[in-house]
């Protein structure tokens, strides 16, 4: 079974820094893994993703300030996340996708960040 568990978090200040870990297991060579967002009331959106060829992809409202780091050997994503704004604040969510001839798609769990004013 394939499991994503993201870790860190938080509460942090406008125009800090955070970042986020997703740990993949039961799948070594996930075909693109990244993250959404979701705010309370709005749809997950996509915020960044890396492919197993390395190829990073980011929303282009966000480019510049997040930077999506995957690391092949320990199964890991991160995602680091510069010059917070209160409208960051969301459930963000680590992704594995598969593709058009290998289709599957999981979720972790979530992991909140707020970012205060």
């Known amino acids: 079974q394939v499991q994503l568990v993201e870790s860190g978090g938080g509460l942090v200040q406008a125009g800090g820094s955070l970042t986020l870990s997703c740990a993949a297991s039961g799948m070594r060579e996930i075909r693109n893994m990244g993250w959404y967002r979701q705010a309370p009331g709005n749809q997950r959106e996509f915020v960044a993703a890396v492919n197993v060829a390395g190829r990073s992809k980011y929303a282009d409202s966000l480019k510049g300030r997040f930077t999506i780091a995957r690391d092949f050997v320990k199964n890991m994503v991160n995602l680091t996340m510069t010059s917070l704004k209160p409208e960051d604040t969301a459930v963000y969510y680590c992704?594995?996708?598969?593709?058009?001839?290998?289709?599957?798609?999981?979720w972790g769990q979530g992991t909140q960040v707020t970012v205060s004013s």
């Open positions: 992704n594995g996708r598969g593709d058009y001839v290998e289709e599957y798609d999981y």
